[in-house]
């Protein structure tokens, strides 16, 4: 799942060297807008999955949004990793 580790590099960098016109920047800069995203992909997946359309696109662009929203609000999701580490039954 590299891809995860990707994002949060992606969004780290961002935040530490803004490029204009990134919609990543967008988000981190905009806590509005990046809470607004993750609400509106989640409906989106929900209604693909009872659907059964565009599942795969929609789950993407949650996990994206997610990530973006969790950075924007110094959520570091290796906290999050912990978290569901202690979890495990």
Known sequence: MN???DLVKLARERK???KDGSYTNELLNNKSLSKA???E???ELI???EKDTNKIHE???VFYHLIMYLEANNIKIENVMVELDKRKK
Do not use: G
């Open 3 to 5: 891809i995860f580790d």
């Open 16 to 18: 530490k060297n803004p």
């Open 37 to 39: 995203k993750v609400l």
């Open 41 to 43: 992909e989640i409906t």
């Open 47 to 49: 209604e693909a999955v």
């Open 59 to 61: 789950a993407a662009d």
